[in-house]
């Protein structure tokens, strides 16, 4: 059973940065009413997101692990109804083996389908599929009030688009209805191309936006100068044939908080040039688990990163030459990201008020925490996303300012009327939303 963030020593986020004592309450059975206090409350599914999203300093999180009932499931239609705390793993081994798919999935299956809500998730085919919530049908919320409102795209819009993307505001979300996709089976044919600029990037995926459903690339987040913005393009399609229906077991767990020592540039070299040299040559049939979820193959890689954490930098911007930008500005600094991640986003549009992407390039950076130099340098990625019209994600977010999220998201004021005020978080509280 997939576990939450940091379970040992209470709950977490997958970056551990903040550092939040948090108390916590399991949730049962979505007919339970919230619980008595006067602290502010939060949903938490796994603790799946970078940053303080999940967390609530002042309250307790509600647990919504303990919600994991499949409702109802049409095999014809392919419509799901399920609670909340389900995750996307669980969802799509109970559907796959009917032909069915969840629509969009993130980078890892360990995510609830609350979170999958709440943050308005994206995945690889955000160029055809657009973002989790499009495919929601319906979904009940309970309010601080104790009412139980159902919410979709006709019904009770107001507080369906505040609640995609709501980062848990606007209540707890007890049972989700989806629409899920037909996928032939749990294979996919893959290819794997090497790029060696941006505009090899921008070449690649427009032609593959065209013609595969999933795209992404690494990029060398080390590289500078002339070598600046090469990597390596990722497409798949799904593909028939049968084959694993469950996910494969993880290879190993990682046990401690590795040492600051081993965060070191040799580290990083290594780290990178396993994607620098992954298989070329055509299209590979890869289980779909494998390509969709990569990370997954190693249990809480997160503690990778040691103690101090991991910060993760995600936004979009309109296109080359702000990743140039961040790019450069990145590898200039001496602190090279682990792992950069980037992909094109359509213009699908989503329903959320708060929802992340919108049409660009998104760009995804992970730096070990140390400390003042890791934040003067996110400080100065902000400026450029800001100077681009960009925004950041809130799911990877533990540090920008209030300035920059109103800034990225110019329909916070018409969110902020439907925040319940009895949820909060550390997000929340950080950019002034209950200012
Ligand atoms: C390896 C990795 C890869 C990732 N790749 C992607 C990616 O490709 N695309 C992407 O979009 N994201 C990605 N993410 C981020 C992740 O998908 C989101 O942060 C997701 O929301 C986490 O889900 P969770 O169940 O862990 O929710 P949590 O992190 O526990 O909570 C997330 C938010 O959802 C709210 N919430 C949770 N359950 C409920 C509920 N029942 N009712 C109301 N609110 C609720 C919480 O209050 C919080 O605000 C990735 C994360 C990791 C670790």
């Known amino acids: 059973m997939p576990t939450a963030s940091g379970e040992a020593g209470g709950p977490s986020s997958w970056g551990r940065y903040p550092h939040v004592v948090q108390r916590a309450l399991p949730l049962a059975w979505t007919s339970e009413p919230l619980p008595e206090t006067d602290e502010p409350l939060l949903a938490y599914g796994l603790g799946r997101s970078y940053g303080d999203v999940c967390l609530n300093p002042k309250g307790p999180v509600l647990l919504t692990r303990g919600l994991r009932r499949f409702l109802a499931f049409d095999a014809q239609t392919g419509v799901l109804r399920c609670e909340a705390g389900c995750t996307l793993g669980e969802v799509a081994e ?3 083996a009917k ?3 969840p ?11 609350g979170g999958a809500v709440a943050n308005d998730v994206h995945g690889k ?6 973002t989790f919530g499009r495919h929601i049908r319906a979904l009940e919320l309970l309010r601080g009030d104790g009412t139980r409102v ?3 795209p006709s019904a009770n819009t107001g507080l369906f688009r505040a609640t995609v993307g709501g980062l848990g505001l606007t209540g707890l979300i007890t049972w989700v209805e989806v629409q899920l996709v037909a996928v032939p089976g749990p294979w996919m044919e ?3 191309i090497p790029f060696v600029s941006l505009q090899g990037f921008a070449e690649l995926a427009a032609a593959s936006d065209q013609t595969h459903a999933y795209t992404v690339a690494w990029v060398d987040g080390l590289a500078r100068g002339a070598a600046l913005g090469r990597g390596v393009f990722f497409r798949g399609n799904h593909a028939e044939g049968p084959g694993p229906l469950s996910p494969p077991r993880t290879l190993f767990s990682v ?9 070191s540039a040799p580290l990083l070299r290594a780290f990178n040039a396993v994607y620098r040299h992954w298989p070329r040559g055509g299209a590979q049939r890869v289980s779909l688990w494998k390509f969709l979820h990569p990370l997954d193959a190693v249990e809480n890689w ?3 990163y040691g103690r101090r954490g991991l910060l993760q930098h995600q936004s979009v911007v309109p296109g080359l030459e702000g990743v140039t930008a961040l790019l450069s500005t990145a590898a200039g600094s001496g602190q090279g990201s682990f792992l950069t991640v980037l992909k094109t986003f359509a213009d699908v549009p989503s329903p959320g008020l708060l929802s992340f992407p919108r049409p660009g390039w998104t760009l995804a950076l992970d730096f070990p925490s140390r400390g003042e130099a890791t934040f003067a340098l996110l400080d100065r990625l902000d400026d450029i996303v800001r100077a681009q019209g960009g925004r950041l994600y809130p799911a990877k977010d533990a540090r920008m300012s209030a300035d920059t999220f109103r800034a990225g998201f110019p329909e916070w004021k018409a969110f902020a009327a439907h925040v319940d005020a009895r949820f909060s978080s550390g997000f929340w509280q950080r950019i002034g939303g209950e200012a």
């Open 94 to 96: 109970l559907s796959l």
């Open 99 to 101: 032909g069915w798919f």
């Open 103 to 113: 629509p969009v999935v993130p980078g890892t299956r360990f995510v609830t389908v």
């Open 125 to 130: 085919n955000h160029h055809r599929a657009g």
């Open 150 to 152: 159902v919410c979709g």
């Open 190 to 192: 893959v290819e794997a």
């Open 255 to 263: 046990p401690l908080d590795a040492p600051d020592a081993l965060l």
């Open 302 to 304: 997160n503690r990778l």
